[in-house]
């Protein structure tokens, strides 16, 4: 027989439970709603941080970057496989070469990750082409001038102004096959990043047997001659290592060259010393 003080321990075993299913319920119409909220923050159109970028990238510039901002509209942020998913979204974009980490912030999404860095601008039409070092385009820089913030040299095809490529394409045939063995020896050497600006344009020249001659044209305006690019298959007098050794010794004084007057070329492409001769 049950007495009337056995009713407030019944009572408590009771609204135990109750409570608390009460309260794990608002715990998860909290979580969700929370969910929700940063879904709604991801989603939309993403804001990309230029501070973020590598500081190679120009300030201001967006080109096929701002495409990142539509992934939100592409990938369900609700899925289980969102992170897979943003990941095959962001390396659709020509600028982005890997991704190494995705997280959801409380503003958004974040990577980390590399970039492609473009080796040398193509005159096209409009503007120029950010081309890698393979031939590949990365994206188009409109204007008459390429922005000195790349750190890359100018170059202006043989025909003139060539046609604009899309992203993603290739630029092909013998002459961009030379250009590209060139820079990326002076890639290799960090001449770019040492000594940014010094080399502002790349051009060729045709010799007697029609055989392509390289120069760079430089900040202290002073072209220097390197001769025939590593990918040329025509005789070379002096190898790739003697010429980068003669680039090397003029880069020391390009101080005192900036003074000078009467020097009108250096050929790096004459033996182990850099010689001063007439411009080609």
Same mark, same amino acid.
């Given at each position: 027989?049950?007495?009337?003080?056995?009713?407030? &321990?019944?009572l408590?075993?009771?609204?135990?439970p109750?409570?608390?299913?009460a309260?794990?319920?608002?715990?998860?119409?909290?979580a969700?709603?929370?969910v929700?909220r940063?879904?709604?923050? =991801?989603?939309g159109?993403?804001?990309? %941080?230029?501070? &973020?970028?590598?500081?190679?990238?120009?300030?201001?510039?967006?080109?096929q970057?701002?495409?990142?901002q539509?992934?939100p509209?592409?990938v369900s942020?609700?899925?289980i496989?969102?992170r897979?998913?943003t990941t095959?979204?962001?390396l659709?974009?020509?600028w982005?070469a890997?991704?190494?980490?995705i997280?959801?912030t409380?503003?958004?999404?974040?990577?980390?990750?590399?970039? %492609?860095?473009?080796?040398?601008?193509?005159r096209c039409?409009?503007?120029?082409?950010?081309?890698?070092?393979?031939?590949?385009?990365?994206d188009?820089?409109?204007?008459?001038f390429?922005?000195?913030?790349?750190?890359i040299p100018?170059?202006i095809?043989?025909q003139?102004v060539m046609? #604009?490529?899309?992203?993603?394409?290739?630029?092909?045939g013998t002459?961009?096959?030379?250009l590209l063995?060139l820079?990326g020896i002076?890639?290799?050497?960090?001449?770019?990043d040492?000594?940014?600006?010094?080399?502002?344009e790349?051009? =060729?020249t045709?010799? &007697?047997?029609?055989?392509r001659m390289?120069?760079f044209?430089?900040?202290?305006g002073?072209?220097l001659h390197?001769?025939?690019?590593?990918?040329?298959g025509?005789?070379?007098v002096?190898?790739?290592e003697?010429?980068?050794?003669?680039l #090397?010794?003029?880069?020391e004084v390009?101080?005192r060259?900036q003074?000078t007057q009467d020097?009108q070329?250096?050929?790096?492409?004459?033996? =182990?010393?850099p010689l001063?001769?007439?411009?080609?």
């Amino acid at each position: 027989m049950k007495t009337n003080t056995d009713r407030p &321990s019944e009572l408590a075993r009771w609204l135990l439970p109750v409570f608390l299913l009460a309260v794990i319920g608002g715990i998860l119409i909290y979580a969700k709603d929370e969910v929700d909220r940063r879904l709604a923050r =991801a989603g939309g159109a993403w804001l990309i %941080h230029h501070d &973020s970028l590598p500081d190679w990238f120009p300030a201001g510039f967006k080109g096929q970057l701002s495409t990142l901002q539509t992934i939100p509209s592409r990938v369900s942020l609700q899925s289980i496989r969102w992170r897979e998913e943003t990941t095959r979204e962001l390396l659709k974009n020509p600028w982005v070469a890997t991704v190494d980490r995705i997280e959801r912030t409380a503003t958004g999404i974040g990577f980390d990750g590399q970039f %492609h860095r473009p080796s040398v601008g193509v005159r096209c039409d409009g503007g120029w082409l950010l081309v890698d070092g393979i031939g590949k385009v990365i994206d188009f820089q409109e204007g008459d001038f390429l922005g000195e913030e790349w750190r890359i040299p100018e170059y202006i095809p043989e025909q003139g102004v060539m046609h #604009r490529f899309d992203p993603g394409q290739l630029v092909g045939g013998t002459e961009f096959a030379e250009l590209l063995s060139l820079t990326g020896i002076l890639w290799q050497d960090r001449v770019f990043d040492r000594v940014p600006g010094f080399i502002r344009e790349i051009a =060729a020249t045709r010799d &007697s047997v029609g055989e392509r001659m390289w120069r760079f044209h430089t900040s202290v305006g002073i072209p220097l001659h390197w001769g025939r690019a590593p990918a040329s298959g025509a005789p070379k007098v002096s190898t790739t290592e003697q010429k980068l050794m003669c680039l #090397r010794q003029v880069l020391e004084v390009r101080d005192r060259l900036q003074k000078t007057q009467d020097v009108q070329g250096i050929s790096l492409c004459s033996g =182990a010393e850099p010689l001063v001769t007439e411009q080609w």
